[in-house]
């Protein structure tokens, strides 16, 4: 699915989430230098959300996995984009964002 890239700071959704409901969480870390957009590095596979159990309040870190349809890769990590879904843990990240800049657009899809 063709989107914006995103960053540190950008909301995401995991169904299912750990204790059943979904989670929320944002973007964290991201393990790449290489590529920014507005000054912020871009999320590729592998960058780490803090998300917050839905049931119990409790955070938990979680890694972001491969998209379910990758465009750019960098370092051979597919670039992560909004509204992406993305395996991970027990359930699907949903990207939300917003953006790391909205003039920057993957259209690979």
Sequence with gaps: MP???VTIGCVVILTPGAAGPPD??????????????GGMPLAVQGSVC??????????????????????IKINNMPVIRMGDLCP?????????????APYVNDSSG
């Design 3 to 5: 989107g914006m890239p």
């Design 24 to 37: 929320t969480g944002v973007i964290i870390v991201v393990p790449q230098v290489l590529a920014a957009a």
């Design 50 to 71: 803090q998300m917050i159990n839905s049931l119990t309040g409790v955070p938990y870190p979680l890694p972001i996995g491969a998209p379910v349809s990758p465009g």
């Design 88 to 100: 991970s843990g027990p359930g699907v990240i949903q990207v939300i964002g917003p953006p790391a």
